[in-house]
């Protein structure tokens, strides 16, 4: 079923502008934020398992506090299989990690400790900036390969305009994913780390992959013709990329949601922001980037389809 994409601007536009702001609400007000895990904050990350009976959940929890102490900011995320259990919280010393292995065995449980990963509150800032300079250089890094790899599009289009269209979607993309988790940070026990900003990478990656490919369509048909009306162009564009980028962004959130259910929960986050990543990823590249780069074009004219 065709209908009329670019005839809906406003509302495709009016309905991203309310979850950007909801999204920044979110990031911003009191409570609320990143959840910001260890790899930014500092801490110490521990993996136990255990090889016949496994101590419950609350258990953990409460030998935990009892031998290291109670004002550490203590996680305790259960693996699935209930074997294994990752332990999150402030700077744990080698002392206090065998006084905790020490208090679990009192407990009449074999605790074998399978990994300590621990970041310091200075590298952690460092990791928070780094991070950010990351995601801004390959935000910027795209606009200019985009801008670079139109710049022979006909008709008198300024090809900045195509790398400008990109970068406002991947904005759009990463406060939407920001806001989603500031969100999940207040009412579950989710944390952003060092995956999570892969997570952002990957989606920027997919989500410039699926805008190419409608801009790619558009600058073709565009080639060895006098265009009047600049917006049905786009549009028959858009309609004929439709199937790809749906087909390819589902396949992808498909198997994404199976990692959801069946994987461990160490990667839920990652998994997570990849998949909502890419469905906002691919809402944002057919209804923002083609209607701003129409609306951007002088000559455009956005009226409904016959």
Same mark, same amino acid.
């Given at each position: ?62 030998? %935990?506090? *009892? &031998? #290291?102490?109670?004002?550490? =900011?203590?996680? +305790? ?8 259990? /990752? ?108 995956? %999570?900003? *892969? &997570? #952002?990478?990957?989606?920027? =990656?997919?989500? +410039? ?8 369509? /558009? ?88």
């Amino acid at each position: 079923m065709r209908f009329s994409i670019l005839s809906k601007t406003r509302i495709w536009f009016s309905f991203s502008i309310l979850l950007s702001l909801v999204s920044l609400f979110f990031l911003f007000a009191p409570g609320f934020g990143l959840p910001l895990g260890i790899d930014f904050t500092g801490g110490t990350e521990l993996e136990i398992s255990f090889v016949n009976t496994t101590p419950p959940k609350e258990k953990m929890t409460e030998i %935990f506090d *009892t &031998a #290291v102490g109670a004002d550490r =900011g203590l996680k +305790v995320i259960e693996e699935q299989g209930g074997r294994t259990f /990752l332990l999150r919280s402030h700077l744990v010393s080698p002392v206090e990690q065998v006084k905790l292995l020490e208090a679990i065995k009192t407990q009449n449980f074999v605790p074998t400790l399978e990994r300590v990963s621990s970041v310091g509150p200075t590298l952690g800032v460092y990791f928070k900036k780094q991070a950010f300079w990351a995601i801004s250089v390959t935000i910027l890094a795209i606009v200019s390969f985009v801008a670079w790899a139109f710049r022979s599009v006909p008709q008198g289009i300024s090809s900045w305009k195509f790398g400008m269209a990109t970068v406002v979607a991947l904005l759009h993309d990463v406060l939407l994913i920001s806001g989603f988790f500031a969100v999940l940070g207040r009412f579950i026990d989710i944390e952003v780390d060092s995956l %999570f900003v *892969t &997570a #952002v990478l990957t989606v920027l =990656g997919f989500s +410039v992959h699926d805008t190419i490919v409608v801009f790619d369509r /558009l600058r073709e048909n565009l080639k060895g013709k006098k265009v009047k009306d600049f917006s049905l162009l786009a549009e028959n564009s858009l309609w004929q990329t439709m199937g790809r980028s749906l087909h390819t962004s589902t396949s992808a959130v498909l198997v994404l949601v199976a990692l959801l259910i069946m994987g461990p929960s160490s990667i839920f986050a990652f998994v997570l922001a990849l998949a909502f990543g890419i469905v906002v990823g691919t809402y944002s590249s057919i209804l923002i980037a083609v209607p701003l780069l129409v609306i951007w074009q002088k000559d455009a004219h956005i009226g409904s389809l016959d």
